[in-house]
């Protein structure tokens, strides 16, 4: 058996709460942590949302508890972080999944809907980093922050463009803080999923290379979750300031669109003769 080195692990997930029409990447990743052994601080917003991910942990014989604060707020998200790291005596994880994309041309974002775009993508991201980072310097072995970036934080955020704008900045906040706090054992890492949309858990998965998207497979929301359980457990002890991408292949795929049938006559072209 593989040791992930996670068995008594102290973890926050925030955003932890299940929405539907979401892809649910806060209640994958409780789940997961709390099956490695961690016990899980579910942050939410909405009491009935957080209540309802640690019943699913406990019913399953993980260790879960409620911590409900919006995040979006920098003293409640001060006050959240610090709550949960007063009960489970310590923070070894502290996970970041909040995140919403309004949809509009890029001209057409007024400046309300822009500033709110950044702050749900980009600074509650901050807010909680700047929370937790005392939190895990303090330990002896460290700790590993992790916040859900996005595949349009890389590419183009094609009528999302503040969506976009924000989740590119927090793969430049994981570098920073990683650079900053690495001294200190601290760890901090993104994860940017491809075309997960909502709902997609329970999906049949696409075959390989049935997809025009992506060259592999689309990625399915516990894929995401399996990314962050990775990037938080001891399998990763010196990977920070990275973004790793679980998009199934999209952002690699060239862009010119050869087939295998352009292949001879590609062939006769380059011949030097």
Same mark, same amino acid.
């Given at each position: 058996?593989?040791d992930?080195?996670?068995d008594?692990?102290?973890?926050?997930?925030v955003?932890?709460?299940?929405?539907p029409?979401?892809a649910?990447?806060?209640?994958?990743?409780?789940?997961?942590?709390?099956r490695?052994?961690?016990?899980?601080? =579910?942050?939410?917003?909405?009491?009935?949302?957080?209540?309802e991910?640690?019943?699913?942990?406990?019913?399953?014989?993980?260790? $879960?508890?409620?911590?409900?604060?919006?995040?979006?707020?920098?003293?409640?998200?001060?006050?959240?972080?610090?709550?949960?790291?007063?009960?489970?005596?310590?923070?070894?994880v =502290?996970?970041?999944?909040?995140?919403?994309?309004?949809w509009?041309? $890029?001209?057409?974002?007024t400046? /309300?809907?822009?500033?709110?775009?950044? &702050?749900?993508? &980009?600074?509650?991201?901050?807010?909680?980093?700047?929370?937790?980072?005392p939190?895990?310097?303090?330990?002896?072995?460290?700790?590993?922050?992790?916040? &859900?970036?996005?595949?349009?934080?890389?590419?183009?955020?094609? %009528?999302?463009?503040?969506?976009? $704008?924000?989740?590119?900045? #927090?793969?430049?906040?994981?570098?920073? %803080?990683? +650079?900053?706090?690495?001294?200190h054992?601290?760890?901090?890492?993104? #994860?940017?999923?491809?075309? #997960?949309?909502?709902?997609?858990?329970?999906?049949?998965?696409?075959?390989?290379?049935?997809?025009?998207?992506?060259? &592999?497979?689309?990625?399915?929301?516990?894929?995401?979750?399996d /990314?962050?359980l990775?990037?938080?457990s001891?399998?990763?002890?010196?990977?920070?300031?990275?973004?790793?991408?679980?998009?199934?292949?999209?952002?690699?795929?060239?862009?010119?669109?050869?087939?295998?049938d352009?292949?001879?006559?590609?062939?006769?072209?380059? +011949?030097?003769?």
């Amino acid at each position: 058996m593989i040791d992930l080195g996670l068995d008594g692990a102290r973890a926050v997930v925030v955003g932890a709460g299940f929405i539907p029409s979401r892809a649910g990447h806060g209640r994958g990743s409780a789940l997961q942590l709390a099956r490695a052994g961690a016990t899980v601080a =579910c942050i939410d917003k909405d009491a009935a949302r957080a209540e309802e991910i640690v019943e699913e942990i406990t019913a399953e014989g993980g260790k $879960a508890f409620t911590v409900i604060a919006d995040v979006l707020r920098p003293e409640q998200a001060s006050a959240a972080i610090d709550e949960a790291a007063a009960t489970m005596g310590g923070l070894d994880v =502290c996970v970041d999944i909040v995140g919403q994309a309004k949809w509009s041309k $890029a001209a057409e974002i007024t400046d /309300a809907e822009w500033n709110s775009q950044l &702050l749900v993508n &980009l600074t509650q991201v901050f807010y909680v980093f700047r929370a937790a980072t005392p939190h895990l310097m303090v330990n002896d072995k460290g700790g590993s922050l992790i916040a &859900l970036t996005s595949v349009d934080g890389i590419g183009s955020a094609r %009528f999302h463009a503040g969506y976009g $704008a924000a989740k590119a900045g #927090v793969i430049s906040l994981v570098k920073t %803080f990683a +650079d900053e706090y690495g001294t200190h054992g601290v760890r901090v890492n993104a #994860v940017a999923p491809g075309n #997960v949309g909502g709902g997609n858990w329970d999906l049949p998965e696409v075959p390989f290379g049935e997809d025009v998207v992506n060259a &592999l497979a689309p990625p399915r929301g516990r894929d995401i979750a399996d /990314a962050v359980l990775f990037l938080a457990s001891g399998l990763a002890a010196k990977i920070t300031g990275q973004t790793l991408i679980v998009d199934g292949g999209a952002l690699i795929q060239s862009p010119w669109g050869m087939t295998e049938d352009q292949i001879a006559r590609n062939a006769a072209f380059s +011949d030097p003769s």
